[in-house]
């Protein structure tokens, strides 16, 4: 593959992305290495289904943790609109003017001609599978930042990013277009996610943000004159396993992509912040000429832990049909168990008390913190102390402290991670 510009040294020239879908992923991924957060408030975007934690309402607050944070906030605004629509869009987009939204997620064209109207900054969705220079050219009228279509290779996007380069292509900030790729995360068995089949099936429209994940399923074949029915052997045959790019980030640099999405607004606060800063440090051994195996290996390590349905490279080097999942729901080598929740912290000493409303756990547990200002706070049981004494287990009913490693909150829940079955 042609390399389409020169090796980096500055982290700082490339942007990491994270899925905020509430408040605990939003902290865990500001604590963790994004340079940007995309969310997504009320019914206008795609992920409206599964991830309801933010409203109109709590703009400001969302944009001022994020600003506070020194980083960027991204609306996605990026459903199909109806007529019906034109009112609530022009609310939420006359909302994200007023709390200093950093760009909107859009692909409708009315999207974009309001936001143009309003002043707002427009990053291109993925839907609209931007696939060649041309329609790049066109789109650059609206939007500094493209997500290009994700069935492209990576020539193909090195292709694209040199003609952005070599024409002089630019957004209206008069900056050259940017060019934004998903690097990890769920897959859609739809061209860069434009399905029907909820709303076939079930009557619920993926480009409504309403997607009931009906491909995730396993399906049996009937014979509609005969009483044969067979259950497919591939098992879920249209649900693709997770993108996964962090052995070959550095390719994707050396293609000019710039802006690094992580999929994800459904998934918990512990999956953002293993994702988020294996990936921050990914980026930042690209810079410095490339990963050594062993970092390669830790990472691909604890991406495992969290949810997957499985990785593979998605089309960027040359697959031409997807690698299917074998089974519906996550494979993380780690799954979490609830414990109990925190009760207390004292900073000056960094313990926290926590009551134990579960099953409680041994010394040496591999313990997780989650909260909506905390995030996502991972330890080991190192000493577990309860009326000033030392002790080998946590149980129920108890109240213990346990050294934590970062700021904890009142109601903070805490779980145990454990090998998956």
Same mark, same amino acid.
């Given at each position: 593959? &042609?390399?389409?510009?020169?090796? =980096? ?47 109109? #309402? ?8 994020? &600003? ?23 609310? =939420? ?24 109207? /309003? ?8 839907? /609209? ?22 069935? /492209? ?32 995360? #769920? ?13 076939? $099936? ?18 049996? @074949? ?7 029915? =067979? ?13 996964? $790019?962090?052995?070959? *980030? ?41 990963? $050594? ?12 832990? *969290?949810? &997957? ?22 494979? #993380? ?31 040496? #547990? ?17 000493? @577990? ?16 402290? /346990? ?19």
């Amino acid at each position: 593959m &042609h390399s389409s510009n020169t090796s =980096l040294t500055d982290r700082s020239e490339l942007e990491l992305m994270a899925p905020a879908g509430g408040w605990d992923t939003l902290s865990a991924a500001l604590a963790n290495g994004a340079d940007s957060v995309y969310f997504g408030v009320g019914e206008l975007n795609m992920r409206s289904l599964s991830s309801r934690a933010f409203t109109r #309402a709590c703009l400001p607050e969302v944009m001022d943790r994020i &600003h506070d944070a020194g980083r960027l906030g991204y609306l996605t605004v990026n459903t199909v609109i109806f007529d019906d629509d034109a009112q609530a869009l022009e609310q =939420l987009l006359e909302a994200a003017r007023q709390a200093s939204v950093d760009a909107v997620i859009a692909s409708d064209v009315a999207v974009l001609m309001r936001c143009r109207a /309003l002043g707002l900054p427009v990053h291109l969705s993925t839907q /609209l599978n931007i696939a060649n220079v041309e329609a790049l050219r066109f789109y650059a009228q609206f939007a500094d930042v493209a997500v290009l279509a994700r069935e /492209l290779t990576l020539e193909q996007v090195a292709r694209i990013t040199r003609a952005v380069r070599q024409e002089g292509i630019c957004g209206p900030s008069g900056q050259l277009m940017r060019v934004e790729m998903f690097c990890h995360g #769920a897959l859609c068995m739809a061209v860069s996610g434009r399905c029907y089949m909820s709303l076939h $099936t079930r009557g619920k429209s993926a480009n409504r943000g309403e997607c009931l994940q009906t491909c995730r399923r396993t399906y049996t @074949i009937h014979d509609a004159e005969r009483d044969i029915a =067979l259950t497919l052997d591939a098992g879920t045959v249209m649900s693709p396993k997770d993108l996964k $790019t962090i052995d070959f *980030v550095d390719r994707m640099v050396n293609a000019g992509v710039r802006v690094f999405k992580i999929e994800g607004r459904a998934r918990s606060a512990e999956y953002v912040q293993h994702v988020v800063s294996c990936y921050d440090a990914a980026l930042r051994a690209a810079c410095r000429g490339g990963a $050594t195996e062993a970092e390669k290996a830790l990472w691909n390590t604890r991406l495992g832990e *969290v949810f &997957h349905r499985g990785f593979w490279d998605g089309y960027y080097l040359g697959a031409q049909v997807a690698a299917l999942t074998d089974a519906s729901g996550s494979k #993380a080598s780690l799954v979490k168990r609830h414990v109990g929740r925190c009760t207390n912290y004292f900073a000056r000493v960094g313990v926290a008390q926590f009551v134990i409303e579960a099953e409680g756990f041994a010394k040496g #547990a591999r313990l997780l913190v989650v909260g909506p200002t905390t995030g996502a706070v991972e330890f080991e049981a190192e000493s @577990i102390v309860r009326d000033d004494a030392a002790q080998n287990e946590a149980r129920k009913g108890e109240s213990v402290t /346990l050294t934590v490693p970062g700021r904890v909150r009142e109601n903070d829940k805490l779980y145990v991670l454990e090998p998956r079955g």
